[in-house]
């Protein structure tokens, strides 16, 4: 199973793209993580993607294009994937297509996770995750059982994005506005388009998704 996590940020992909690694053996490809992984690592691309990652702003289609196209050709794809945080502009959702196709792979659902924007601010800033395992926590709607330990893996050690501030959330949810949102008739014109209540439970959200996902 292929499927799509589309939503603003904050919206909660990447908390439900981790309970669906583990509940359908899926792999999460998160275009964010490739890139923080980019700048940590100091590559062409990192440096490349750094500026426009700290102001809000999309990074080039063609760079976020050609590292998918390669990262769903290795091996732990072969079972299916989640992609979070891609596509996230029109010629991305089409060169999508074009991809998977060239592959013999094909989309089973693009899953919409509706939120309220002003709730958005306050999900983002307080937000954190596993260093470990990329487990997401927050300091008010997720802390973990036991302080200071991830609940998933163990690990004790937690960072925090660097765009996760006001201004540039602010910057993002243009983005999302003015480039995201904008595909999503047309994963609904072509009959795979769920939507579901991201302003829901954890656990609610997860249910709707695996509804969407049955149906
Ligand atoms: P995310 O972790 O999905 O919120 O992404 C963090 C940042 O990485 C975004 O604000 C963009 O600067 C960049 N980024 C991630 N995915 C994409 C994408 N599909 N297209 C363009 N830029 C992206």
């Known amino acids: 199973m292929n499927i799509i996590l589309l939503g603003a940020p904050g ?15 899926l792999v999460q490809l998160s275009t964010g993580d490739m890139l923080r992984a980019a700048v940590a690592s100091g590559s062409d691309l990192g440096r490349q993607a750094k500026a426009v990652m700290d102001a809000g702003k999309l990074v080039a289609d063609e760079l976020i294009i050609r590292m998918i196209s390669d990262r769903i050709d290795e091996p732990d794809c072969k079972g299916g994937f989640i992609l979070d945080g891609f596509p996230r502009t029109s010629p991305q959702a089409e060169a999508l297509d074009k991809m998977l196709t060239g592959k013999g792979l094909r989309l089973d659902a693009v899953i ?15 937000r954190y995750s596993c260093v470990k395992c990329g487990a997401g926590y927050h300091d008010k709607f997720q802390i973990p059982a036991k302080a200071g330990v991830c ?3 163990g ?3 937690f ?9 540039t959330v602010r910057t993002r949810l ?9 595909i999503l008739p047309y994963y609904r014109d072509k009959g795979i388009l769920k939507t579901v209540d991201g302003m829901a439970a954890i656990d609610e959200v997860t249910r709707q998704i695996e509804a969407g996902l049955a149906a």
């Open 159 to 167: 960072n925090r994005r660097a765009d996760d501030n006001e201004e």
């Open 151 to 153: 609940d998933r893996c």
């Open 11 to 25: 919206a909660g992909k990447g908390t439900q793209a981790k309970r669906l690694e583990d509940s359908h053996s």
């Open 155 to 157: 690990g004790t050690e």
């Open 112 to 126: 919409e996770m509706k939120v309220d924007e002003d709730a958005l601010v306050e999900r983002i800033t307080g």
């Open 174 to 182: 243009e983005a999302y506005r003015g480039q995201t949102a904008p």
